[in-house]
């Protein structure tokens, strides 16, 4: 294949790999179904029973489902904190949280709740024996020696819940923190089998976005492992892993065990999506965290908790710029200027390859006329053809695929950085500008988008190119459209990132220009020198 249309064709399928991508983001959003329930989140004021209780094997989750089990249920105590309120039910599990801090809030100022009351909660414990598990959903615990409202503001608190089967008493004492973070400790007065789950995966976040949600473990042998909803296999088993966290976009419920491990099995819920549980003990110790994902927050409870943020595809490189990002932030205390500041690193790191690729593209399109004698002279031996091509490249020091170089390169850093703009709860709320209240929602007034569309179609206008191809042409000449369209809907930071790159673009574009005349000059001037002197 002659390497010039390889190059061409390469930046296409890029190109078109990239707007794939994007639409697909865009038009198929995930878990449709669960966004009905996730409404149902701010929209249902009672605790309802849980769907179903349902036994557990010896060492696995089963299927087995006792239907009888569906008692009404109602708040048994209240934990209060600056920045969010927890309602334990009669069951002795999380019934709901609800963040207070102003940038969870919606448009119209309500507090976010962010599990599902259908769904199962954190620290419900399901036996291994159907009898007296189905007796668990019907028996409701009570506080022992303590009031029914805590407030952990300024210091730990701790409650004490019991249950009183037949023959089996469960105890369940909770420490809990001001940061959501709580240690739980579990009693039954005998050795039952049981398993205890953080439970279902908060359901706060309601984007349209391609986003990873499920199950996430850190292994004994500190490797990341997710199962994603939707795959879920019912058969999953982890021993001795550190972490276990049901988690979505922003919001985790989690527990963890850095000393002894837990032995941590994945039941499959309604459209395969994972259900944690963890085997318990007669006397078992577990902490754990419910809330949102902010570094800061995890990282001081445990430093190895930060392992829970999860960025899915690309994270080998969006783990090392959230860290990166995180660091400059720590400096200048604004995330607008974090990430143009990101930006500009990335793009002073990659400048020498980057230089090397835009130099090639110019002596590349110096050829084209050149390169179109050679497919007229040889068009009957494309064997010659390419032998002549590649010593026309030679000559002239040409790479025909140095071109693709920035591309290659950019398409990776940015689908990692849309990974960590996309999830990282430090977002939130983040203010830049006059105009942009919020990093990780569409900018308001579409004035980033457009920006970045212009500035898009400008660096085209700027660049060397040859198509001979009219319809990749045209794909590249309404690429800028396109893009603007879909970043419209793209959280502001992301837009920001990929506008400030593209400025940055434009201007290396333009001394790569202002040097390759130069260049051009030198070999002119050389050229004449060598007449003259002969």
């Avoid at 309802?48 to 299927?63: F, G, I, M, V, W």
Wanted: with cysteine.
């Amino acid at each position: 294949m002659e390497q010039q249309d390889l190059q061409k064709r390469l930046l296409l399928a890029l190109a078109l790999s990239f707007f794939v991508f994007i639409a697909f983001s865009y038009f198929f959003p995930a878990q449709t179904a669960e966004q009905n329930s996730e409404k149902n989140v701010t929209q249902t004021q009672a605790y309802p029973a849980p769907e179903s209780s349902t036994p557990l094997a010896q060492n696995t989750p089963d299927t087995v489902v006792d239907a009888s089990a569906k008692p009404e249920t109602f708040a048994l105590a209240t934990v209060k904190s600056t920045n969010f309120t927890m309602t334990i039910d009669v069951y002795g599990r999380i019934a709901q949280i609800e963040l207070l801090e102003d940038k969870y809030r919606d448009d119209e100022g309500n507090t976010l709740k962010i599990l599902d009351p259908q769904k199962a909660k954190p620290l419900e414990i399901r036996f291994s024996d159907a009898i007296i598990n189905s007796e668990a959903f019907k028996t409701p615990y009570s506080v022992v020696g303590a009031a029914n409202s805590i407030d952990v503001s300024s210091e730990d608190q701790t409650l004490i819940l019991e249950q009183k089967l037949s023959g089996l008493t469960v105890t369940k004492k909770i420490t809990f923190k001001a940061n959501g973070a709580y240690d739980v400790a579990v009693t039954t007065s005998k050795d039952v089998p049981y398993f205890i789950t953080p439970g279902y995966r908060p359901v706060a976040d309601q984007s349209i976005y391609m986003l990873v949600r499920g199950a996430l473990i850190k292994t004994n042998e500190n490797t990341i492992k997710t199962v994603e909803d939707g795959d879920a296999k019912g058969n999953e088993s982890f021993n001795n892993a550190k972490i276990a966290s049901a988690f979505d976009r922003y919001y985790a419920s989690l527990l963890f065990d850095f000393d002894k491990g837990m032995n941590v099995s994945i039941l499959k819920e309604k459209e395969d999506n994972p259900l944690i549980f963890i085997q318990g003990s007669s006397e078992f110790n577990l902490h754990g965290y419910i809330g949102p994902k902010d570094h800061e927050i995890l990282k001081s409870i445990h430093a190895e908790l930060t392992d829970a943020i999860e960025f899915g595809w690309f994270s080998f490189l969006a783990i090392p710029f959230f860290k990166v990002l995180l660091w400059i932030h720590g400096y200048i205390g604004n995330w607008g200027w974090a990430i143009i500041l990101f930006t500009i690193l990335v793009k002073l790191i990659l400048f020498p390859l980057s230089y090397k690729g835009m130099m090639s593209m110019q002596k590349l399109k110096d050829l084209a006329p050149k390169m179109k004698e050679l497919k007229e002279k040889y068009k009957g031996d494309p064997a010659k053809m390419n032998m002549q091509m590649m010593e026309l490249y030679k000559k002239h020091g040409a790479n025909p695929m140095g071109g693709c170089l920035p591309m290659l390169l950019q398409i990776p850093v940015f689908f990692a950085l849309y990974r960590v703009l996309l999830n990282a709860d430090e977002l939130q709320g983040a203010h830049w500008m006059l105009w942009i209240n919020d990093l990780s929602r569409m900018d308001p007034y579409f004035i980033l988008p457009i920006l970045m569309g212009a500035s898009m179609y400008f660096q085209q206008k700027i660049t060397p190119s040859n198509f001979t191809d009219p319809l990749q042409e045209k794909i590249f000449k309404w690429f800028p459209v396109i893009m603007t369209v879909f970043f419209v809907y793209f959280p502001s930071g992301l837009v920001l990132y990929w506008l400030v790159n593209n400025l940055f673009t434009i201007a290396q574009q333009y001394y790569i220009n202002h040097m390759y005349a130069k260049h051009k000059e030198a070999a002119v001037a050389l050229h004449h020198k060598g007449k003259d002197s002969k």
